[in-house]
């Protein structure tokens, strides 16, 4: 336990050092923040680091390597003391004043990344789903100082998928030399860290009090879905037995709600956090949340300041803005075009706001060109696009053949759906006492009849709700922000129309798949396309809807009526925090005689298959990086190819589904090709066959581990591999037997002779 700990110690310590770093570039940047920018910094500084690394090393030969990061720190540090210098100070002031916000985000932070790191050391095994997928991308970046990095399951391939995330995890893991397994769990912990401190940096700049802070990280990766919360319920609070059902029979299915006819994909953060896969969509969630507070940031600045006022004092945080809202792009494409929308919906309310107090459109609509900052975001993540290529072809968007029943929807969006709800009336009964009621009669009747016009054309409510609840809340923004307020109001307005446009957003992602699908390489039509944007949808309710509420309760001076607003949205929080409260007892509770503790992603391996850890360990210790291998192919979703995946070196072909699925239909040919030299070379009689293979391809060590039953073409092919004649070509190194997928299996890695090739 020490070691595990000590390991977390040196990451957190790590990505501490790199907002240290900046920390006077992100106090001036987010001067108007509550904390001052102290614990923004930390995101800043790994942000600002990643992204200069990556730029450089791809339109240069600066190489994305321990010492092109330990170079460019020393350039944002040199930058940080020119600014220490000259504003001295300003800068310990602004410590002095801020620092006990500070240190309560920083204690949340760190108990937030402790508490996952514990859990992690639970469940530490990278070895089911897509986690060796994730393992291979990382190691990738860890070990290889190309940008783009190479494709470990596709020799002289480059990776043909949004890698930012990885890369961001490998600046820490380059940094301090930790291994793959180990930095695999890592990261999820600083995760889950990281986006605690920036949820409650949100939290406490809307609210303006720490605790409403603490209430908004709990509300926007704590909190469960519905689903979750019946679990717990149908189990009697029991704690699960083992590790198996604790993954699969509780959290697996809280994300498999939603089913036309097949099963979708219904992730939310909390699921994501425990699940453990470090996919671009969960290692994206303390970035997504950063932009959101450049966005605030943003957004204070547009309402306070004229336009020449503006460039001349946040300049840098327009460029920030730029930086920031870019790198979404290569760490998760969906996200990019997402939360640009997020960005340009906040600047029309902005020059709706400034119209509504100046009433003069010359002085207000100069800000809005900074709505053009995504596409500039784009311009300076534009190299990511000289190596990617989309694996879709063709029209991509088509009119969704299903939508989600009643209760489904319930269970995913339950919670939000009521506290949107109670929103909504609490703001219709205020307009009804401020205006006059024929016209907000009118608005309600309007709304009604499109309810009901969509609803008797499909049959499903939800199908009509949710669009009609985007519908409204994106009336009431144009209300808000364009109906005369005065200057006095600024921070008041601010907040809420923040909070508004996320939540409105929120609600047409929502909507919006029920109407169309993003057409993919997947069998379920919508599987995907609910995945993609149902996920940045809780984020936005989670920073958007706990103040929208707090804000119109507090406008009521009724003590009944906010008590009745009140209940219904504190009882379903505390339903939706069982699901979570009851997968922390079982990870704790469980039994552990027959599973190691740690934060090694490798364990399991080194206890029920030694003889393929010991290859594992035997590549990484006498092997170069540049070193091609070949492994029997894998199919996807099991444990194969991991040799390549935990060493960094090239294997010839690795997953094979997953290759067709990054890099589409027109690569089919030479992904299948590779497959099946792979499988003649294992399985041939013929001396020269194999000599004619190693001569073609710069093979430098060949291991076979027998793959699992599951992958049925593949294991039956290979049943014959007995008989395989370049075992009598190889140089022998480990020949060992194991168990693997319960049952006796080899386990060999072999060198490839200078003589064996023709």
């Known amino acids: 336990m020490l070691y595990d700990l000590s390991l977390g110690v040196i990451w957190y310590l790590t990505l501490t050092c790199l907002g240290v770093i900046v920390l006077p570039i992100s106090m001036l940047i987010f001067r108007r923040m509550p904390e001052c920018g102290i614990l923004l910094s930390r995101p800043l500084g790994w942000l600002l680091l990643s992204y200069i690394s990556w730029i450089l090393a791809y339109v240069s030969p ?8 330990v170079l460019v ?3 944002l540090f040199a930058v940080s003391l020119y600014l220490l210098r000259v504003r001295s100070d300003w800068t310990w002031r602004r410590l002095r004043n801020h620092w006990r916000t500070a240190l309560n985000g920083e204690i949340l932070t760190i108990l937030a990344f402790l508490l996952i790191l514990l859990v992690r050391r639970e469940d530490p095994f990278i070895n089911s789903t897509e986690k060796p997928m994730d393992a291979m991308m990382l190691s990738s970046l860890i070990v290889s100082s190309e940008i ?4 470990l399951w596709f020799a002289d391939k480059h990776i043909n998928y949004h890698y930012g995330g990885y890369l961001l995890h490998a600046v820490p893991a380059k940094l301090t030399g930790i291994e793959t397994e180990y930095a695999y769990n890592l990261a999820i912990a600083a995760v889950a860290g990281m986006a605690a401190s920036i949820a409650f940096v949100l939290g406490r700049a809307l609210f303006g009090r720490c605790r409403w802070g603490i209430v908004t990280v709990i509300c926007t990766l704590f909190v469960g879905n519905l689903a979750a919360a019946m679990t717990a319920l149908f189990h009697g609070f029991a704690p699960m037995k083992d590790l ?8 697996w299915n809280s994300s498999r709600v939603i089913h036309d006819p097949a099963e979708t994909i219904n992730e939310y953060p909390f699921f994501s956090i425990l699940w453990g896969d470090l996919h671009p969509h969960f290692s994206n969630i303390p970035f997504v949340l950063f932009f959101l507070a450049v966005c605030f940031a943003m957004f204070q600045a547009l309402n306070r300041h004229s336009f020449k006022t503006l460039w001349r004092l946040h300049w840098p945080l327009l460029i920030l803005m730029a930086v920031s809202g870019g790198f979404l792009l290569p760490t998760n494409i969906f996200d990019f075009p997402i939360f640009s929308s997020y960005f340009g919906a906040l600047i029309v309310a902005a020059v709706l706001w400034r119209y509504s107090v100046s009433k003069r459109w010359a002085l207000t609509i100069p800000h809005g060109v900074v709505v053009f900052l995504p596409i500039f975001g784009f311009l300076l993540v534009s190299p990511f696009w000289m190596n990617f290529v989309s694996p879709l072809q063709g029209q991509l968007i088509h009119v969704s053949p299903h939508h989600t029943g009643l209760f489904e929807f319930l269970l995913v969006f339950g919670a939000h759906s009521i506290v949107t709800v109670v929103y909504l009336v609490l703001v219709g009964r205020r307009l009804v006492e401020k205006r006059s009621r024929e016209e907000i009669g009118f608005f309600f009747a309007a709304l009604g009849i499109v309810f009901v016009l969509l609803w008797a054309q499909s049959g499903y409510l939800m199908y009509a709700l949710s669009p009609l609840i985007a519908l409204a809340l994106w009336i009431y923004i144009v209300y808000r922000a364009a109906c005369g307020k005065e200057k006095k109001t ?11 446009v996320a939540c409105a957003l929120a609600w047409s992602l929502i909507a919006a798949c029920e109407f169309i699908y993003l057409k993919d390489q997947y069998a379920s039509a919508r599987m995907n396309t609910l995945f993609k944007f149902h996920f940045p949808a809780w984020i936005l309710f989670g920073i958007g809807l706990p103040y929208l509420l707090y804000a119109a309760i507090m406008r009521e001076k009724s003590v009944q009526i906010k008590c009745c607003a009140a209940m219904p949205a504190v009882l379903v929080l505390l339903i939706s925090l069982f699901g979570p409260m009851y997968a922390f007892a079982s990870i704790f509770l469980m039994p552990n005689a027959d599973r190691p503790i740690t934060l090694n992603g490798l364990s399991f391996m080194e206890t029920a298959q030694p003889a393929h850890y010991e290859i594992i360990r035997w590549i990484r210790e006498n092997s170069e990086p540049s070193d091609a291998i070949l492994e029997a192919p894998g199919c996807g979703y099991h444990e194969e190819n991991l040799v390549s995946a935990f060493t960094g070196r090239s294997a010839f072909i690795g997953w094979v589904n997953h290759e067709h699925i990054w890099r589409g239909y027109a690569n089919y040919p030479e992904i299948d090709a590779r497959k099946e030299q792979a499988m003649r070379f294992y399985t041939s009689k013929n001396v020269e066959d194999v000599k004619l293979f190693l001569e073609q391809y710069p093979i ?4 076979f581990t027998s793959p699992d039953p599951a992958c049925t073409d593949t294991f039956a092919q290979l049943n014959q591999m007995q008989a395989g004649a370049f075992r009598t070509v190889l140089e022998p190194i480990i020949q060992k037997t194991g168990n693997a997928f319960g049952r006796t299996s080899p386990f060999e890695l072999y060198r490839v002779p200078e003589n064996s090739r023709q």
């Open 62 to 69: 600066f190489p994305f390597s321990r010492l092109g990061l």
């Open 73 to 75: 720190g020393v350039g």
């Open 148 to 151: 783009p990095p190479p494709d």
């Open 244 to 251: 198996y059902a604790w993954r699969f029979n509780f959290l």
């Open 490 to 500: 600024v921070d008041a307005d601010t907040r809420e129309l923040f909070a508004l």
């Open 700 to 703: 430098r060590y060949v291991i």
